[in-house]
């Protein structure tokens, strides 16, 4: 709520027109979101039940909003380290586990223009 605060007076009439009014205010703060939700990644806690649908759950949240606030090439590929390395993450084996999960990623990676094979993970 604090990165989106348009006054009263500017809302836009509808929900396409507010969703466009929203992808326009987040643009402008890509990185700082992108850089929010990659720290996220190691906050999600194993103690939720079902934890493995928490994280799908996040996972296609974020390459929805991949769709209309890119993350660059690099941002990316962190959140894909992230993610998917055993090192970098608790997550790795639920996600590795889950084709929704691993389908999100591809999205968000489609979306910020990143092929395969374009990073260790792929070797």
């Known amino acids: 709520a604090a990165l989106v605060q348009p006054p009263a007076a500017s809302l836009p009439e509808g929900f396409q027109a507010y969703t466009s009014a929203l992808t326009t205010q987040l ?12 720290e996220a990644l190691s906050c999600i806690p194993k103690s939720l039940t079902p934890h493995p649908a928490y994280v799908r759950c996040f996972l296609r949240d974020c390459a929805v909003l991949s769709s209309g606030v890119t993350l660059d ?3 990316c590929r962190d959140f894909l380290r992230r993610s998917l390395s055993e090192q970098s993450s608790d997550l790795a084996d639920d996600i590795a586990g ?10 968000l990676a489609a979306n910020a223009g990143v092929g395969p094979g ?6």
Do not use: T
């Open 27 to 38: 643009a402008g703060r890509a990185g700082e979101l992108w850089q929010g939700l990659r």
């Open 73 to 75: 090439v690099d941002s």
């Open 98 to 107: 889950s084709a929704p999960a691993l389908a999100a990623l591809v999205v």
């Open 118 to 123: 374009a990073d260790h993970l792929s070797s």
